[in-house]
């Protein structure tokens, strides 16, 4: 028996160290499980429940997708490039209000709407990753949450941000030729399944980034900024890049939202929304794609249960505490998020049969 | 064996004392100092090395050789003196420029990245110099010339076989290669190690120090150690140094003999 044991150590001795033998470390380039499969059966289920849920259960759809959207925005800043910035809705509510501001009373077209809503949140992108990306750890967090609180109050206490109340968004923005309409936002299924396209082309997007040597440094990064600017990477540049895309895809996120909700709010650019949008992140798993949108659809369901007074009764006026408490209780069992839980059951899974074994 | 050859070719440049050195040193300081609140760890040092020769520098704990190198790799601004390289003053240059204009280093901890595989941590570094970084549409793992060169870094470090381990699961002795490997991967012409032999046993120690004697041929290396009798074996000049000054620098028989050497450093028994 013992001289078996032995052999088998051995044995694993000499497989050990390829991917499969460590367990779920991430690929550099970050391959998962099902390759394409897993992302692109998500995007067909995504386009097809229109057809058989409620209207209520579309427009939670569209909510989700956006988030989504979001959380991936993010996710390239937090997961990719060990960014963490607790200021992300910043971009999200200023590229919703700029959507807002430049529709005016009469709406506008959409071919002006998506770059200017994308420029706006990368330009405040740019001018807040300059100066936040010297500092490092918490000193960065709390600048970006400096920054984004400094937006938020722009927006509160200036009569063209409609104050508290915010503003309206008086017509949906389309998108034409000439006289022929091509897409109107204000209906509701062309508005979902453009949402569901910008989520597959935001995913789509970042996974093509993190692919590329561009992807793989920040990737470096993340593990050992030191280390790639002694290889001769200069490093500042490539986290500014990181920072701006970011930034514009939230901004994205943004204008989505506020053709969603036909009216925009200071709120949107509060901590609140920075804090819902990291925890997004970490209840999914940190460093997966599927992650960042498998977070979002949880994180907005379990909201809208623990909200639901049906449901809940007095209990939903109290929705943050029973989110909360959830949520800790998730993280605290799964520390990998919602994607590690196959790896997380396979392991336990291989500690019985190891205890097993050895009784 | 390519090391005879090599001190046979070069025997004026390569074992000389510095003022007699006719070749020109590919990376010198000069009169470099720096300062910490007021307190000089590195005061008035001038160094300089040349392809084909490895340069040691020892010095006790808190000597200033780590002040040096970080200085001459460009990550702590010197606050005297400057620094040439490749016949450029580069003292204002950031460490990424200078690692692309050729100037390697390793780490006296090990600074790999643990969670990628011995081939992408030398891949990585290889495409530091590549045009187009942002160019999302190209695959990284389908970069063949970084990938040729990772592959020509592995091997010359001794660790082709490894390429797809993950770098985390190798032996102590492997990741000090490795990170040799890296610094081979970003095509460096001057290399300044930090304590390569750190924590190794002896015949790993064996293997990192006939791979020094073969890449000192195309390199110049700088070499900051503390195994006293691997320094005295490999290298071609020794600089010593105590309390952030140069006391002597020279070939290895005269540090031997060097009486202030002794007293400061050596101690008696050596």
Not at chain 1, 233 to 256: D, E, N
Not at chain 2, 40 to 53: P, Q, R, T, W
Request: hydrophobic share 50%.
């Amino acid at each position: 028996m013992a001289s078996d044991d032995g052999a088998d150590d051995l044995r694993s001795d000499a497989a050990a160290g390829t991917r499969a033998d460590v367990g779920a470390l991430p690929d550099i380039g970050r391959r998962e499980a099902g390759g394409w499969l897993v992302p692109a059966a998500a995007a067909l289920a995504f386009a097809a429940l229109p057809l058989v849920v409620s209207p209520y259960a579309q427009d939670l759809i569209v909510r989700i997708a956006i988030y989504a959207i979001f959380a991936l925005s993010l996710e390239l800043l937090v997961g990719a490039t060990g960014l963490v910035s607790l200021g992300h809705a910043a971009f999200l509510g200023i590229g919703a209000y700029v959507t807002v501001l430049a529709s005016g009373d009469s709406g506008a077209s959409l071919a002006l709407l998506v770059p200017l809503a994308m420029a706006a949140a990368a330009g405040y992108a740019i001018v807040v990753g300059a100066l936040s990306l010297r500092t490092r750890g918490v000193y960065f967090i709390m600048v970006t949450l400096a920054f984004a609180q400094m937006a938020y109050f722009v927006v509160h206490d200036t009569k063209a941000g409609g104050g508290s109340d915010g503003i309206f968004l008086y017509a949906k923005p389309t998108l034409a030729i000439g006289a022929q309409t091509l897409l109107d936002l204000g209906q509701r299924l062309p508005f979902y399944y453009t949402v569901v396209a910008v989520l597959v082309l935001t995913y789509a997007f970042i996974a093509l980034l993190l692919g590329s040597r561009f992807g793989h440094a920040l990737a470096g990064i993340r593990v050992n900024e030191q280390r790639m600017r002694a290889a001769g990477f200069s490093t500042t540049p490539y986290k500014l890049a990181a920072f701006t895309i970011a930034g514009a895809l939230a901004g994205l996120a943004g204008l989505l939202l506020a053709v969603k909700d036909g009216a925009v709010n200071p709120e949107l650019l509060s901590w609140h929304e920075s804090g819902a949008v990291l925890l997004m992140l970490i209840f999914g798993g940190i460093g997966s794609l599927r992650g960042a949108v498998l977070g979002a659809i949880c994180f907005t369901l379990l909201k809208e249960l623990f909200q639901s007074e049906a449901l809940l009764g007095s209990l939903a006026s109290h929705w943050q505490l029973t989110l909360g408490l959830t949520i800790i209780a998730f993280v605290a069992a799964l520390p990998r998020g919602l994607i590690g839980i196959g790896a997380r059951l396979r392991g336990v899974r291989a500690a019985r049969a190891g205890a097993a074994r050895s009784t | 064996m390519p090391t005879g050859s090599l001190m046979s070719a070069l025997p004026a440049q390569v074992f000389a004392p510095r003022e007699a050195t006719s070749a020109t040193p590919l990376l010198e300081a000069i009169g470099l100092g720096r300062r910490f609140r007021g307190l000089a760890a590195v005061d008035n040092v001038s160094i300089d090395v040349c392809v084909g020769e490895i340069h040691a520098v020892i010095g006790t704990n808190g000597a200033g050789k780590s002040t040096l190198i970080n200085m001459l790799s460009g990550e702590l601004a010197p606050s005297a003196g400057s620094v040439r390289f490749g016949g450029n003053d580069v003292t204002r240059w950031s460490q990424p420029r200078r690692a692309r204009a050729g100037l390697g280093r390793s780490y006296q901890r090990t600074t790999i990245f643990a969670e990628f595989s011995v081939l992408e941590n030398c891949r990585l570094t290889a495409q530091a110099s590549e045009p187009g970084p942002w160019r999302i549409w190209e695959r990284a793992a389908n970069d063949t010339r970084a990938i040729a060169v990772a592959m020509r870094a592995l091997a010359a470090a001794g660790l082709d076989g490894d390429a797809g381990r993950i770098a985390s699961t190798l032996s102590h002795g492997a990741k000090r290669q490795l990170e040799i490997a890296m610094c081979l991967a970003t095509a460096p012409r001057a290399l300044l190690l930090d304590e390569p032999l750190a924590g190794m046993g002896a015949e790993e120690t064996g293997r990192m120090l006939a791979l020094l004697a073969s890449l000192k041929e195309t390199h110049a290396i700088l070499l900051v150690e503390h195994d006293m009798d691997a320094v005295f074996k490999v290298a071609d000049r020794i600089t010593v140094m105590v309390n952030g000054q140069v006391i002597a620098s020279d070939v290895p028989e005269q540090i031997r003999s060097d009486r202030a050497v002794r007293e400061a450093y050596l101690g008696d028994g050596h």
